[in-house]
């Protein structure tokens, strides 16, 4: 694990938090910049170091510190069925990953 990697890793898992905070209003609910930054980091760092920025995140917030959407919820926020956004983050990276993966796939293919 190289310096830069780890740096990319805090980076993006300060970003996330920060998008959780970061809401565009629709009416009938709100979208966080939370995602973005999740895909982000899954395009970016890869799926090995884009999950790990995603577990220290919900880690931060399991621990107790208020960077979840809903602040003053952490631990039972996220182990919650209302909750569920947190638990995904670490596995979206990869699902992110394929998708990236499988677009060069066929852009090789259609070249």
Do not use: C, W
């Not at 920025?53 to 182990?79: H, M, R, T």
């Amino acid at each position: 694990m190289k310096i830069k990697d780890i740096i990319l890793t805090a980076l993006f898992a300060a970003l996330t938090a920060i998008g959780a905070f970061l809401k565009i209003p629709f009416p009938l609910s709100a979208i966080t910049l939370q995602f973005f930054f999740t895909a982000m980091a899954g395009t970016l760092l890869g799926k090995k170091y884009g999950a790990l920025s995603q577990a220290v995140y919900v880690l931060l917030g399991l621990v107790g510190v208020p960077i979840f959407a809903q602040p003053g919820k952490s631990a039972e926020y996220a182990i919650s069925i209302s909750g569920p956004a947190e638990r995904i983050l670490p596995q979206k990276e990869r699902i992110v990953e394929h998708l990236r993966n499988a677009a060069r796939e066929l852009n090789g293919f259609l070249a």
